[in-house]
């Protein structure tokens, strides 16, 4: 019996779901800083196989969203719910053990060590030894590169690899659900799309990945549901996003 299960923790890897049944339910979400509130009744759903996508300008409320989902920041209202369990009052490190990474804005990799002690890292919750090398060996065939590079220091490394190192790290706890933090920032097109290839082919393996991003031209077509907010509320979601949904969104984007 594993020590995710002996603490009430659903294991992610036992249940098997189907592409496009729910795998995080968020609803009515309130979360913020302190006293300071931050997002508002907030609603949304990520599934199985797709990516959900949530917009907005700098200080909407959409990285405060993707804390308060990893257990990072506290829930002050609504609720959260994956595979049907209320993970509310669950500590980050139940969360992910439960099915739920995070990966943050800003390449936060390791630079001093390996890229193999990066994703022993990213590994650190996984009680199990044989679990945790699974996770690794499992990182380093979805990316080729990686295990090119599994001995080099991952300050060496561009800041695309160092990217795709991170979104590894995560994927180690082999995730139900991807938090993903604006993974294009700072990167040059060609490599965004290399990171946004990443992307999708997580979510065609299953993964429920949700992407908080600025680039429009990148997040809508790679979309199956799009939340935009501002000032930490939804002012527009669709669950079949087109070229009118990035009218919408860049229409809103643009103005201050």
């Known amino acids: 019996m594993s020590a995710a299960r002996s603490s009430g923790v659903v294991d992610p890897t036992s249940t098997p779901v189907a592409v496009g049944e729910p795998l995080l ?5 309130a979360a913020g800083y302190g006293d300071i509130r931050a997002v508002w009744d907030l609603s949304l759903t990520v599934e199985a196989g797709r990516i ?5 300008r700098n200080g909407a409320g959409k990285t405060t969203t993707l804390l308060a989902l990893a257990g990072m920041l506290p ?15 669950m500590s980050a490190q139940q969360r992910v053990r439960a099915g739920i990474a995070l990966v943050p804005e800003g390449k936060r990799v390791f630079h001093r060590l390996s890229v193999y002690d990066n994703l022993m890292v990213g590994g650190v919750t996984v ?19 990686l295990a090119q ?21 995560a994927l180690v706890v082999r995730p139900k659900v991807l938090l993903l933090d604006e993974p294009s ?26 992407l908080v991003e600025q680039v429009i031209d990148i997040a809508v077509p790679i979309a199956d549901r799009v939340t935009l907010i501002e ?19 860049t229409q809103h984007m643009s103005h201050s």
Not at 81 to 89: F, K
Not at 193 to 201: E, G, K, L, R, S
């Open 75 to 89: 829930i002050q209202g609504g609720s959260v719910q994956l595979l049907g369990r209320d993970i509310a009052g």
């Open 52 to 56: 959900t996508v949530l917009l907005g």
């Open 25 to 29: 339910e968020v609803s009515n979400l």
């Open 149 to 169: 590079y599994r001995n080099k220091r991952a300050g060496e490394m561009s800041g695309g690899q160092q990217q795709i190192l991170a979104i590894a790290q």
């Open 185 to 210: 920032a700072g990167l040059a097109p060609k490599i965004m799309d290399d990171v946004i290839a990443v992307v999708q082919a997580l979510a065609a393996a299953g993964t429920g990945v949700l």
């Open 231 to 249: 000032g930490g509320r939804e002012i527009y979601s669709t669950a079949t996003p087109g070229e009118d949904t990035a009218a919408v969104v």
């Open 127 to 145: 009680h199990s030894r044989t679990a945790r090398k699974k996770g690794i060996e499992e990182a380093l065939d979805r990316f080729p590169l």
